[in-house]
């Protein structure tokens, strides 16, 4: 039972550090895309932006596209689909 315990602590940790790993690449913020031209590049992409931020070092994108609420991460100096929830 004591072998079972630690293998299932090993293994949490190390799930742990993946879990945590940013959903885009690093990018200097000298080099992302404004506010208004992701917003722009969203919205010709067919999404209804009801909040703009910024997660995991990316653009976040919550609102609708194609009637249905979601919730979309963008690339934020490509602008390309990265994630959608």
């Known amino acids: 039972m004591h072998k079972i315990a630690i293998s299932v602590m ?3 940790a190390f799930a742990l550090p993946a879990a945590a790993a940013p959903i885009c690449q ?3 913020a000298d080099q992302w895309m404004s506010t208004d031209a992701i917003t722009k590049k969203v919205t010709d992409m067919g999404y209804v932006v009801k909040k703009l931020g ?3 070092g990316c653009y976040e994108v919550k609102g609708t596209k194609d009637g249905k609420r979601v919730e979309a991460y963008f690339d934020p100096v490509s602008g390309e ?3 959608t929830k």
Request: hydrophobic share 50%.
């Open 26 to 28: 690093d990018h200097p």
């Open 54 to 56: 910024t997660e995991d």
């Open 10 to 12: 090993v293994l949490a």
């Open 81 to 83: 689909l990265v994630l």
